[in-house]
């Protein structure tokens, strides 16, 4: 018996799979922890209107690939783009925050702008133009 048939037929492989399992679970629940623990603080955190000036906006763009696996077509790809949008706003003491904003937000939002921003934790609430 040679050395990969050992390792598969032997224990060693299965091994590995619940160690990298049990590794993906983990990444996953600390991942979701961390977003409720966040939806959390921003539903107790006091909803706050401010005095801003929008500094920068900034967008990020994801390309994901999907298979075509159809069965009456050949295999293809498919593409999908999603668009994140962000805009930094400063406020009267200095600080700068940044909050991801809907496509409409970010179009209707100019460098230089000021008015009043509301905000409850890291979630942006709207910004009301002077």
């Known amino acids: 018996m040679g050395i990969m048939d050992r390792f598969?037929?032997?224990?060693?492989f299965q091994i590995i799979f619940m160690v990298m399992l049990l590794l993906?679970?983990?990444?996953?629940?600390?991942?979701?922890?961390?977003?409720?623990?966040?939806w959390n603080k921003n539903n107790h955190s006091p909803r706050l209107t401010v005095e801003a000036t929008v500094v920068s906006r900034r967008s990020n763009v994801t390309l994901h690939q999907h298979?075509?696996?159809?069965m009456d077509a050949s295999m293809g790809i498919q593409n999908t783009r999603s668009t994140t949008y962000y805009v930094t706003f400063q406020v009267a003491s200095g600080d700068r925050m940044e909050f991801v904003v809907t496509g409409g937000e970010y179009g209707m939002l100019v460098?230089?702008?000021k008015g009043q921003l509301s905000f409850q934790g890291t979630?942006?609430?709207?910004?009301?133009?002077?």
Not at 8 to 12: A, E, I, K, Q, R
Not at 67 to 70: F, K, L, P, T, V
């Open 8 to 12: 598969f037929f032997g224990g060693g």
């Open 24 to 38: 993906f679970l983990c990444m996953f629940i600390a991942t979701f922890v961390r977003a409720i623990g966040q």
């Open 67 to 70: 298979r075509n696996c159809d």
């Open 111 to 113: 460098e230089g702008d």
């Open 123 to 130: 979630r942006y609430l709207g910004f009301q133009r002077q």
